[in-house]
């Protein structure tokens, strides 16, 4: 069965310096997410993506976040400037189709440590 | 805004016995539907089951199945013959049926972190 695929598993970083996580959505997917995780919180969305834009982002994703699709097949998030608080697991979503009842199928995670 | 809560943090159930995971949720809309996904200690969050809220009739997948209460706002996950297996953070999620971005952002509650006990 497909999966989305994210890359690395776990990422370590300076604080300040530009991570970017990468993901694979299953392929005939359209509909692509980005959540995270703080250690023993809630998963929380971050920001939806569609038709090579911005569908919907929360008040989690400021300036210091962007999302890309560079190719026809990766999903990207870039924090610019990390900071110690952006530790977190980070998960990737895609769905087939714009019908809600379409569940988001999600990746292993990338877990982000920031020292 | 809606919300998603879990109220149970831990839960513990011995092997082949019933478990019912509890959440509840707020919301003023009419439509929407709800989920419950299963995150091992594998980190990858899986689908174990659907429910529209339109739908009156609780939905099924095997062994689990859900206790969908609308009006009271409550989505109930139980497990029957439990196994070894089921052991992970379950979480409830939410999502509006109707969205004016043209996507469908989930709302996740706390998790339910579930044992099995040999």
């Known amino acids: 069965e497909p999966e989305v695929t994210q890359t690395p598993s776990h990422q370590v970083t300076q604080m300040g310096q530009e991570v970017i996580l990468r993901c694979v959505p299953i392929?005939?997917?359209?509909?692509f997410y980005w959540y995270r995780q703080i250690l023993g919180q809630k998963v929380e969305f971050l920001v939806s993506f569609y038709n090579n834009e911005i569908s919907e982002k929360s008040e989690i994703f400021d300036d210091q976040f962007s999302v890309e699709r560079p190719d026809g097949s990766n999903f990207t998030l870039k924090i610019r400037s990390t900071k110690l608080e952006d530790s977190a697991m980070y998960f990737c979503a895609s769905s087939r189709e714009l019908y809600s009842n379409q569940p988001q199928h999600f990746g292993d995670g990338t877990r982000l440590s920031i020292l | 805004a809606q919300t998603v809560t879990q109220s149970q943090p831990e839960m513990s159930v011995q092997e082949a016995e019933t478990v019912t995971l509890s959440c509840t949720y707020d919301t003023s809309e009419s439509d929407y539907y709800l989920f419950w996904y299963k995150q091992p200690p594998s980190r990858q969050m899986i689908l174990v089951i659907r429910?529209?809220?339109?739908?009156?009739q609780n939905a099924t997948e095997n062994r689990f199945s859900v206790n969908f209460q609308k009006a009271a706002k409550s989505f109930s996950l139980k497990i029957s013959d439990s196994q070894l297996g089921d052991a992970a953070m379950y979480f409830c999620?939410?999502?509006?049926?109707?969205?004016?971005?043209?996507?469908?952002?989930?709302?996740f509650g706390t998790g339910t972190r579930l044992k099995v006990l040999a």
């Open positions: 429910q529209e809220a339109y739908k009156q």
């Open positions: 999620a939410y999502r509006s049926a109707g969205a004016t971005t043209g996507t469908y952002k989930y709302i």
């Open positions: 392929s005939n997917h359209l509909y």
